[in-house]
C-alpha cells in the first residue's frame, strides 16, 4: 500500500472518478460529479455531487470513495455531499421552466389514499434537502389543505404571478386555498378546469424547484389530459390499494399513460397490510395488487405502505406522518419509497436526454464523513 503522503491529488480524483454511480451505471467522472479534491497529510477532502439528495444508492456511493481513497494509503476522507438534480426535458413554451421535474400522484380510482401519498412523499423529498412543491390538482375534492394543516389566500406581490403558500417549506397550492367555505363544491365543466389547471403551473410563483409533485383527481378525465397535452412530465407514480376491485380503474390510469407516451416512475401500494399488537401481520385487502399493476405498467413496485392509524390522524391533524414522526414505521416506508422515486427520476430524465441530462450547478447538503 502506498504512504499517504506519497498520494498525489490527480491520482485522487482519478480514483475518485473512476466509483460508478449504480442509478445511471456511469462513473463519477463522466458526470463532473467530483470537485474541490485537496490532500492534507493522510487526510484528503473532497466534494461529490449526487444526482438527487434523496437518492437509495447515497451510502454505497460514499463508501465505494472512502474505499477508493482508502486503497491510495490515506486515511480519512472528509466528503461534503451536495446534490445536482437533472432536469426533465423542457420546452420554449412550458408553464413551469424552473421545475427540474414535474411528478404526477395519480391512479384511476378514488379513496386509494392519493392525497396522502402524494403530502408524504412530497415531504420526505423535502426532508431529503431537495426544493419542493406541491399542486393539489384535484379540482373536485382538494384535501391538501386539511392533510398540510393550511388555508389562506394566496396573494401577488408583482401583480402576475401568485405566491403559493407555504408549509415546513413546502410550497403548496390548491384550489381549497380560493373557496370561500372548505365545504363549497365546485361545478365547473371541462373549460374551467383546464383554464384553473393551466393558471395553477403557469401563474403561480414556483420559484426553482428540483421537484413539483402534482395530486391529480382519480380518473382519466380533463385534469390528467390537459395536464399531459401542456407540460413535460417527468413520469407518474401510480398508487393502488391491493383488492381487485380497485386494480381494475388503477389499470386504466396506466392505459391512458401508456397511450399519451407518458413514462411510469413506479407503482405505490397503499393500505398494504396491518400489523396487530403481537406483530401479527394482516393483509385485510388481499395481497398482490401492486405487483400486478407494477407488472402492468413495466415498472417498479416503489414500496407498499402499511395501515396505521397515525397516517390518518396526523393527516386529519395537518401534519403528515413523514414530518410529524418521521421515524414511525409508516413514515420510514414513505422515506424509502420516496429514495427509490429519486433514483426512478434520474433514470427517466438520463432515458430522455439519450443518456446524459442538464443541470443549473449543485445544491450543497450536509457533510455526512
Known amino acids: 500500500m502506498p504512504r499517504a503522503m506519497s498520494v498525489s491529488q490527480e491520482s485522487l480524483v482519478s480514483a475518485l472518478s473512476d466509483v460508478v454511480d449504480p442509478v445511471v451505471n456511469k462513473r463519477l467522472g463522466?458526470?463532473?460529479?467530483?470537485?474541490?479534491?485537496?490532500?492534507?497529510?493522510?487526510?484528503?477532502?473532497?466534494?461529490?455531487?449526487?444526482?438527487?439528495?434523496?437518492?437509495?444508492?447515497?451510502?454505497?456511493?460514499?463508501?465505494?470513495?472512502?474505499?477508493?481513497?482508502?486503497?491510495?494509503?490515506?486515511?480519512?476522507?472528509?466528503?461534503t455531499v451536495a446534490s445536482a438534480v437533472r432536469t426533465r426535458q423542457i420546452a420554449g413554451d412550458d408553464p413551469c421552466p424552473e421545475v427540474k421535474n414535474v411528478i404526477p400522484v395519480m391512479s384511476g380510482k378514488g379513496g386509494v389514499g392519493k392525497s396522502t401519498v402524494a403530502a408524504n412523499l412530497a415531504l420526505a423529498l423535502l426532508r431529503s434537502g431537495a426544493r419542493v412543491g406541491l399542486l393539489d390538482a384535484d379540482i373536485y375534492g382538494p384535501s391538501v389543505p386539511t392533510m398540510l394543516g393550511i388555508m389562506g389566500r394566496p396573494i401577488s406581490r408583482d401583480g402576475k404571478l401568485i405566491e403559493p403558500l407555504e408549509r415546513f417549506g413546502l410550497k403548496i397550492m390548491s384550489i381549497g386555498f380560493l373557496l370561500e367555505d372548505a365545504r363549497q363544491s365546485v361545478i365547473w365543466r371541462g373549460p374551467m378546469i383546464q383554464g384553473a389547471l393551466q393558471q395553477f403551473l403557469k401563474d403561480v410563483a414556483w420559484g426553482k424547484l428540483d421537484y413539483l409533485i402534482l395530486d391529480l383527481p382519480p380518473g382519466t378525465g380533463d385534469v390528467a389530459l390537459t395536464l399531459f397535452q401542456k407540460l413535460k412530465v417527468t413520469g407518474g407514480v401510480i398508487v393502488t390499494t391491493p383488492q381487485d376491485v380497485a386494480l381494475m380503474d388503477v389499470y386504466k390510469s396506466v392505459s391512458m399513460c401508456q397511450k399519451l407516451n407518458v413514462p411510469i416512475l413506479g407503482v405505490v401500494e397503499n393500505m398494504s397490510h396491518f400489523i396487530d399488537s403481537a406483530g401479527v401481520k394482516h393483509e385485510i385487502f388481499g395481497r398482490g395488487g401492486g405487483a400486478r399493476i407494477a407488472e402492468f405498467a413495466k415498472a417498479p413496485l416503489l414500496g407498499q405502505i402499511p395501515i396505521d392509524s397515525?397516517?390518518?390522524?396526523?393527516?386529519?391533524?395537518?401534519?403528515?406522518?413523514?414530518?410529524?414522526?418521521?421515524?414511525?414505521?409508516?413514515?420510514?416506508?414513505?422515506?424509502?419509497?420516496?429514495?427509490?422515486?429519486?433514483?426512478?427520476?434520474?433514470?427517466?430524465?438520463?432515458?430522455?436526454?439519450?443518456?446524459?441530462?442538464?443541470?443549473?450547478?449543485?445544491?450543497?447538503?450536509?457533510?455526512l464523513r
Not at 497529510?41 to 444526482?51: E, I, K, P, S, Y
Open 310 to 367: 397515525l397516517v390518518r390522524e396526523w393527516g386529519d391533524n395537518g401534519t403528515p406522518i413523514v414530518q410529524a414522526q418521521p421515524n414511525s414505521i409508516p413514515a420510514k416506508a414513505f422515506k424509502e419509497i420516496a429514495e427509490r422515486l429519486a433514483d426512478c427520476v434520474t433514470r427517466a430524465v438520463f432515458e430522455a436526454h439519450g443518456g446524459s441530462a442538464p443541470v443549473d450547478g449543485p445544491k450543497r447538503l450536509p457533510i
Open 30 to 79: 463522466e458526470l463532473k460529479s467530483i470537485r474541490e479534491v485537496s490532500i492534507e497529510g493522510d487526510t484528503a477532502r473532497a466534494t461529490v455531487d449526487l444526482l438527487s439528495p434523496a437518492s437509495g444508492s447515497r451510502d454505497a456511493i460514499v463508501k465505494a470513495l472512502e474505499d477508493a481513497a482508502a486503497k491510495l494509503g490515506l486515511k480519512r476522507l472528509e466528503l
